[in-house]
């Protein structure tokens, strides 16, 4: 696949498709529990939010549901459907659906928007349910990787950037999404917190797994830096890591969390 990027205007956030499948391929891997949550039938019309270069639209379509994909970034869009999905783009605050699927489905993806944009976000995808239909989901719930946001936001003041309101992600309580989901229309059957640690892959040119996580998902941040800093800031970002995120055997465990929740529209 080409490398490609499209940039986020809210984040800076860029996405490069071939660094995203040579690193970030554990979001598609690690998603088992949210996928049996979902239990897709046969023949059930699936919407995939946020559903990125399709890896796991793809899973999902594998068992016979009629999968549409959605995603915001052109690029993710370009790579999913050079899989031969049904993929469209659009951002999940804008989505165009009116009552024709029997399922909404997101895994990774809901954090990314901002909070003020949640209900508008909430409201689209209600819209997109036929009544009854469901809305399973998992996405980064409360303290998800509190170890590499307080690091970056120690690492980046003294540069003047504020690196947990430039990332502009959100990681609500299960209370805080029960209340969203309610007030856009959903009845809520169930939501839990799951802390989840996860392996961070090493590299297959021995690159340092936390430097990539950082260059790979954390850019819109570290492109503030002035080009000739950003080294030594992923650097001492790795430092101040490594002592909690770096077990005794050399891997890098992070501290992910997950709030998942099954809700019918
Ligand atoms: C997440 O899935 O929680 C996540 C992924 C990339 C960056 C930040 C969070």
């Known amino acids: ?14 996405w490069n498709t071939t660094a995203y499948a040579a690193h970030g391929r554990f979001v598609a891997t690690l998603a088992t529990g949210v996928v049996g949550l979902l239990n897709p039938q046969p023949g059930e ?8 270069d399709g890896a796991l639209t793809e899973q999902l379509a594998s068992t016979g549901a009629v999968l549409t994909g959605v995603d915001a970034s052109p690029t993710m869009v370009a ?27 997101s895994n990774a993806a809901l954090h990314w928007i901002p909070a003020a944009s949640q ?41 003047g950037i504020d690196a947990e309101s430039s990332a502009a992600s959100f990681y609500p309580s299960p ?34 797994p936390m430097a990539t996580w950082l260059t790979t998902f954390r850019n819109g941040v570290l492109d503030r830096l002035p080009p000739a800093d950003r080294a030594q800031a992923i650097k001492n970002t790795v430092a101040l890591l490594e002592p909690v995120l770096c077990d005794t ?15 019918i529209a």
């Open 119 to 159: 209900p508008t976000a909430l409201a689209a995808i209600h819209q997109a349910l036929r009544p009854g239909g469901r809305f399973v989901a998992e996405m980064g719930g409360h303290a998800n990787i509190a170890s590499i946001r307080v690091a970056l936001q120690s690492v980046l003041t003294p540069y």
């Open 175 to 208: 209370d805080t999404y029960r209340r969203l989901l309610s007030a856009a229309g959903f009845t809520v059957q169930s939501i839990e917190i799951i802390p989840r640690p996860t392996p961070l892959p090493i590299g297959s040119h021995g690159e340092d």
């Open 249 to 263: 055997d050399g891997n890098w465990i992070a501290d992910y969390v997950r709030l998942r929740f099954h809700a």
């Open 79 to 105: 790579a999913a459907r050079a899989r031969g999905l049904n993929i469209d783009h659009h951002s999940v605050e804008s989505l165009p659906y009116k009552h024709q699927f029997d399922a909404v489905f």
């Open 45 to 52: 019309h699936i919407l995939d939010v946020g559903c990125g």
């Open 1 to 14: 696949m080409k490398d490609s990027l499209a940039t986020s205007a809210s984040t800076g956030q860029t």
